[in-house]
C-alpha cells in the first residue's frame, strides 16, 4: 500500500478553532505531510479570507475542509480516533506520544478511517471531547511550556504520520486481523449499556459517579472488534429481559 | 547530561527572515521544545510587536534573540551545523532527514555547539549559506508540496531534537496513572461474567460458541484497572439480581 493511500484515510479533526488563520496554517502543515481531510468542528470563522492566506497554496485543502456541527458527526465513519493534549488527565487513557500514535494510526489506515482531533486554541480539548476517543495522543515538550501553536502541533503530527507512512511503504507489519467496529457501533453500544444499567438499579441518573465515562473511557481504550461490540449487545439484551427469582439461576 | 543542557546548546539561525511573525512564531516553536537560543541574520523587521504577538509567552526566547550581520558571525563558536532545506541541491552534502540530522546534533552537543539553518520565506537558502554548514538536513514531505511555514520548519526539528535528547524511553509521557488489576482479579471477574452469562441465558453451557474465549481475550487485551474491576463486578450483580416483568425497565 503506497504513504499516499495511508495518509488519505488520516483526517484531521479541529473542535471549535477561533483563530481562521490557524485553519489555514493548519490546512498548509497537513498538504506539506500528504494529508488532506479537514474537519472543523463549528468554527467561529470559517470560511474567511486569513484563513486562505495562511494556507499558502494549500486552498484545495482549505476548500475541500468539511464544517460539521458536532464531534459524533466529525467522527463518523472512523475506526480508531486520537484526541491530541499537552494536558494529562486523570480519567482518560493512558497516553501515547507522538511517534507511537501516528504509528498505530498508519497500521490501522490499511484498513480503516482515523481521526486527529485537535482542541481550541485556549481551552484545548473538554474531557467529554477526549472520552469520544479511543486514544489519548501527546506531543512530547518542555513541561515549563507547552503551549504549541494550533498549527505546529498539526505539523508535528502530520510529520509523523508521514514518517510512519513513508516507512510502512517498504515495511508492511500487516493490517489488524480482525474487523475493528465503526465510531457509531461503538456509541451505541454504550448507549445500550446506559439503558441497561439504569434498567439494573446499578445506574442512578440522580447520582451517576462517573460511571459512563469510566465505561467509556474501558471500551474505547480497548478498540472493540465488530464481532465483540455485536456479543456484547447480545450480553445486554439478554440482561435487558425481565426474570423472575429463581428462574435460570 | 540532562536533555535542557543539550538543548541549550543547539541554536536555531534565520537567515534573512521577512515576516516579524514568523519570528515570533519560531520563538514559541523552540521553547515548547526547550531551546531557547535565537540568532537573526539581517531580518526585515525586528523588533517588532508582531513578532510578540505570535510568541505567545515565549518573549523571553525572543528577546534575548541576537541580531547578526552575516551568516559567519550567527555560526561563531559552532562545531557542526546543518542547513534545512527543501529542495536537494547539485552542489551539497548528501542531505538526511530531520531525524537522523537531530540525534547527530544532539549527540554532538553533549560536548560541542551546534546550529540549525533556516532561509528566507520564500527564496529560502543560497547555495553560499548551505555550503557553510556542515550537513544538509530535510524535511521529509509532500514532493508536490514541499512548503513548510518557516516556523513549522522549526518546530519540527525542535521536536526532533527534543525526541533525541529527552531518549526514547523517556519519550513515553508517562505511565498509567491507575492501578491495574492483579490477575486473580481478572479472572474471578471473567468467572463472574460467566456465571451472569449462563443465568441471563445468553450463555448455553451446551454450545458456547467460544463466547467466553472471545470476553477472556477482549477483557485481557484491554488491561483493566482495579477500579474498573471492582466497577463491573458491580455491574454484574446488579444484572444478577431477579427482577420481574416490567421493574426498572
Redesign the interface.
Known amino acids: 500500500m503506497t504513504a499516499s493511500t495511508l495518509l488519505s484515510r488520516i483526517r484531521v479533526v479541529l473542535s471549535h478553532p477561533t483563530h481562521p488563520g490557524n485553519i489555514g496554517?493548519a490546512a498548509?502543515?497537513m498538504?506539506?505531510?500528504?494529508l488532506s481531510r479537514l474537519i472543523l468542528v463549528r468554527p467561529k470563522r470559517f470560511p474567511d479570507p486569513e484563513a486562505r492566506a495562511r494556507s499558502?497554496?494549500?486552498l484545495d485543502v482549505l476548500e475541500s475542509a468539511t464544517v460539521c456541527e458536532d464531534l459524533g458527526e466529525a467522527l463518523r465513519g472512523t475506526t480508531l480516533s486520537f484526541a491530541v493534549s499537552a494536558r494529562?488527565r486523570?480519567l482518560a487513557h493512558?497516553?501515547?506520544?507522538?511517534?507511537?500514535a501516528a504509528a498505530e494510526a498508519v497500521a490501522c489506515a490499511c484498513s480503516e478511517e482515523v481521526a486527529f482531533l485537535f482542541g481550541n486554541e485556549t481551552t484545548g480539548l473538554s474531557n467529554d471531547e477526549v472520552l469520544m476517543c479511543n486514544r489519548l495522543a501527546?506531543?512530547?515538550?518542555?513541561p515549563g511550556?507547552?503551549?504549541?501553536?494550533l498549527?505546529?502541533a498539526v505539523?508535528?503530527i502530520a510529520?509523523e504520520c508521514?514518517?510512519s507512512a513513508?516507512g510502512a511503504e517498504f515495511a508492511r507489519v500487516g493490517a489488524p486481523a480482525m474487523a475493528l467496529a465503526p465510531h457509531q457501533d461503538v456509541e451505541n453500544f454504550l448507549a445500550h449499556l446506559e439503558q441497561?444499567?439504569?434498567?439494573?438499579?446499578?445506574l442512578d441518573p440522580g447520582n451517576p459517579r462517573k460511571?459512563m465515562e469510566?465505561?467509556r473511557r474501558?471500551f474505547l481504550?480497548?478498540t472493540?472488534e465488530v464481532?465483540?461490540v455485536s456479543?456484547l449487545r447480545?450480553?445486554l439484551?439478554?440482561?435487558?429481559?425481565?426474570?423472575?427469582?429463581?428462574?435460570?439461576?
Open positions: 496554517a498548509r502543515a498538504k506539506t505531510m500528504g499558502a497554496n494549500a494529562l486523570e493512558p497516553p501515547l506520544d507522538a511517534r507511537s501527546c506531543i512530547p515538550s518542555d511550556y507547552s503551549s504549541l501553536n498549527a505546529s505539523q508535528v510529520y508521514r514518517m513513508i441497561s444499567l439504569q434498567a439494573s438499579g446499578f460511571l469510566r465505561m474501558l481504550r480497548v472493540l464481532e465483540e456479543l447480545g450480553m439484551s439478554a440482561w435487558d429481559k425481565p426474570r423472575s427469582r429463581g428462574k435460570n439461576s
